[in-house]
């Protein structure tokens, strides 16, 4: 089983760059698919970026599409989320996910992390 730990939240300012990183352990990371989501205060879980085992494919929610990009390093057990030209509605706490199949939305998820927050601040 693959456990996911994520790295690299906190706190910037509107217009700045953060980069996520998750790391996962467990042989079988490199035939899993990967994926982030958020979930803000009240609301629900929703998909942000993912991208397949090889990472060769990638998609993106329209709200962070041309602002993020996710990537792979299967060597390292390894997806990153880099995050630029943050806006304040990018505030949440962020999820890295793994699952078999092309990861499109919460309930496919079957490996979660445990969160890392990103507050952006107008």
């Known amino acids: 089983q693959v456990q996911l730990v994520e790295s690299g939240g906190g706190l910037v300012q509107a217009g700045g760059s953060l980069r996520l990183s998750c790391v996962g352990s467990?042989?079988?990371?490199?035939?899993?698919?990967m994926g982030w989501f958020r979930q803000a205060p009240g609301k629900k879980r929703e998909f942000v970026a993912s991208?397949?085992?090889?990472?060769?494919?990638?998609y993106y929610a329209d709200s962070v599409k041309g602002r993020f990009t996710i990537s792979r390093d299967n060597l390292k057990s390894r997806v990153g989320l880099q995050m630029d030209s943050l806006k304040p509605e990018d505030t949440a706490v962020y999820y890295c996910?793994?699952?078999?199949?092309?990861?499109?939305?919460?309930?496919?998820?079957?490996?979660w992390g445990q969160g890392t927050q990103v507050t952006v601040s107008s």
């Open positions: 996910a793994a699952d078999s199949l092309r990861i499109v939305m919460p309930a496919q998820v079957a490996i």
């Open positions: 467990g042989r079988s990371f490199n035939n899993l698919a």
């Open positions: 991208i397949s085992y090889s990472g060769d494919d990638t």
